[in-house]
């Protein structure tokens, strides 16, 4: 008996019998599904970067607001 046996009506995908695993053998569907994936990551990644970048930016303008607020505070002394 052979360790691989065709999933019928798919001609891609096979079962493996000792791990009852379906596996697909569509190498160039494979190499498009990891690229996909990596763009999701460098996606993702880019939007943490974004958030991160917006969260900094926020961050220096209300300490810039601050200091004006002490600075006209202070000429009106």
Do not use: C, W
Not at 18 to 27: E, G, K, V
């Amino acid at each position: 008996m052979s360790r691989f046996v065709p999933v019928e009506g798919h001609p891609h995908l096979v079962r493996d019998m000792q791990s009852h695993a379906i596996l697909n053998t569509n190498s160039v569907a494979l190499q498009r599904a990891r690229e996909r994936k990596l763009e999701r990551q460098k996606k993702y990644q880019q939007e943490i970067d974004d958030r991160n970048r917006l969260d900094n930016l926020e961050k220096d303008i209300s300490e810039i607001k601050g200091a004006l607020n002490i600075l006209i505070q202070n000429m009106h002394k």
